[in-house]
C-alpha cells in the first residue's frame, strides 16, 4: 500500500519546488517576441524578464520590505544576470 508523502513544514513557509517555473533558458529569452502588450517572462522567487513592446528586455525583481512589494530594475537582457544570482556566486574569485 502507498502512503502519501505529506508536505509539511512546521514553523516556515517553504514553498515546493514545482511552485516555481523552470528557469529561462537563453533560447527561451531570444526566442520571446515583442508584442503589442508588455511581457513577463517568469525565471522564479521573484526575478522576471520584461519584454516591452519596443523589444526592450530588463530584468526586474519583485521583493517584499517591511511587509510592503518593492520592485527594482537590474539592468537590461543580454547580460549574464542568471548566471550570477545562481549557483555558488564567485566566492573566493578575484576580481579584475
Not at 529569452?29 to 524578464?49: C, H, M, N, S, W
Not at 516591452?52 to 520590505?65: A, E, I
Request: a positive charge; charged letters at 30%.
Amino acid at each position: 500500500m502507498d502512503i502519501p508523502i505529506l508536505r509539511v513544514h512546521i514553523g516556515v513557509i517553504k514553498p515546493l519546488k514545482e511552485d516555481y517555473p523552470m528557469p529561462l533558458t537563453d533560447t527561451a529569452i531570444r526566442a520571446a517576441k515583442p508584442t503589442e502588450k508588455v511581457q513577463k517572462l517568469f525565471d522564479g522567487k521573484g526575478l522576471y524578464l520584461l519584454i516591452t513592446p519596443g523589444s526592450t528586455k530588463s530584468w526586474r525583481l519583485k521583493y517584499h520590505f517591511q511587509g510592503k512589494e518593492k520592485l527594482i530594475s537590474l539592468g537590461t537582457y543580454p547580460c549574464d544576470l542568471p548566471k550570477r544570482g545562481k549557483g555558488k556566486g564567485n566566492r573566493g574569485q578575484k576580481s579584475h
